[in-house]
């Protein structure tokens, strides 16, 4: 069984300022991790995705992720956000063992950006 | 390529009638999903669908909820009856591989 805790619900942020939405998994065997956003009104859109190799990936709009095993945490990064970054943000995990697997999610993490 | 496609966007119905929703997944895409997410609460798992087969079914809340995937293209999800407590929104996602799960924008359920 797989668990994630996203340990923020809501984050307020100045714009231009940085911003971490942290999550953190368990589970019993390797993962593969993920976080997704969602803007407003609008579906599940992949930021980013850690499946192998190196431990720091990069995404779209500007984000990145580190994975750390020891620590299992997924931690979501931006050195400066931007109004259009508001939105609710869903880290999420799946076994490697084999294809085709059900993701599990945390709670999300509203990131809200003032001006 | 089209995306995961869901469809309708919004229904409101009332307690004990039926809602079918469907989902049009990415063409070629074997595996097929059903999420759910009630407010305020997380993103869970509804089943899972190799083609037209239930890979995973342990995520249905109960036997109200029926889902399909004829001949291994679209899939419903239908409720019958609907309760209040089955408000929320429905994600449907493929996907080829673990690699990548592409998502609709969901369907929003609210039960009066």
């Known amino acids: 069984a797989q668990s994630v805790t996203q340990l923020d619900s809501q984050v307020p942020v100045f714009e231009e300022a940085p911003v971490e939405l942290r999550c953190n998994y368990s589970?019993?065997?390797?993962?593969?991790l993920f976080w997704y956003v969602q803007y407003p009104n609008q579906g599940l859109q992949l930021l980013l995705k850690?499946?192998?190799?190196?431990?720091l990936v990069k995404g779209i709009n500007g984000f990145e992720a580190e994975f750390n095993k020891s620590q299992t945490s997924f931690h979501l990064r931006k050195p400066s956000v931007h109004i259009s970054d508001t939105a609710e943000y869903f880290c999420a995990v799946t076994s490697n063992n084999n294809a085709g697997n059900m993701l599990t999610f945390g709670g999300g993490t509203r990131l809200m950006v003032k001006p | 390529e089209a995306g995961v496609t869901q469809f309708p966007s919004h229904s409101v119905i009332e307690k004990g009638q039926t809602v079918t929703l469907r989902c049009d997944p990415i063409?070629?895409?074997?595996?097929l999903y059903w999420y759910r997410r009630v407010m305020g609460k997380e993103i869970k798992f509804l089943l899972h669908f190799v083609k037209e087969s239930k890979q995973d079914e342990s995520g249905m809340p109960n036997n109200r909820f029926l889902a399909e995937r004829t001949g291994g293209t679209y899939s419903t999800l239908k409720v019958q009856p609907a309760e209040l407590e089955d408000s929320g929104v429905y994600f449907c996602?493929?996907?080829?591989?673990?690699?990548?799960?592409?998502f609709g924008s969901g369907t929003r359920l609210t039960v009066v």
């Open positions: 996602a493929s996907s080829h591989s673990h690699r990548g799960y592409t």
């Open positions: 850690y499946l192998s190799g190196s431990t």
């Open positions: 589970s019993s065997v390797s993962v593969y």
């Open positions: 063409s070629g895409h074997d595996n």
